[in-house]
């Protein structure tokens, strides 16, 4: 990621999964990259959370590299929360144009729209408090 100028990482992996690397995943992301934040995704406000890091990539004009443990759905939550932040977009209208992006690249993507409207309601893809 360094060689391709990225210094921004929001991991979206959970604390058990955080746990399955053999050294401390986020010491060891914080030491190496500008911006480093770890949200997991189903509880607290997640939302606020993924919003402030991508903002502060957008408003520094630099990339950002969103991951989760398996690339797809956690992923798509956290790029919708970062789209619709600075757009109007539907929630909908927003699924399908990540979607679509994915396809093009080759790779995958889903934003599910029942966690979707979680994040946007509760904070969380859970949606409790």
Not at 31 to 41: I, N, Q
Request: net charge positive; glycine share 10%.
């Amino acid at each position: 990621m360094h060689a391709q100028g990225i210094q921004r990482v929001l991991s979206l992996l959970g604390d058990d999964e955080a746990q399955w690397y053999s050294f401390d995943i986020d010491k060891r992301m914080a030491s190496e990259f500008k911006a480093y934040t770890r949200v997991p995704m189903f509880r607290g406000d997640a939302r606020s959370s993924v919003e402030k890091a991508i903002g502060d990539a957008r408003a520094a004009s630099e990339p950002i590299v969103v991951h989760c443990s398996g690339g797809g759905g956690r992923c798509g939550l956290g790029l919708a929360i970062g789209a619709m932040a600075s757009s109007e977009l539907s929630v909908e209208d927003v699924k399908k144009e990540i979607e679509a992006y994915a396809k093009e690249i080759g790779t995958k993507r889903k934003v599910d729209l029942k966690k979707l409207q979680n994040l946007l309601t509760s904070g969380n893809a859970a949606g409790s408090k």
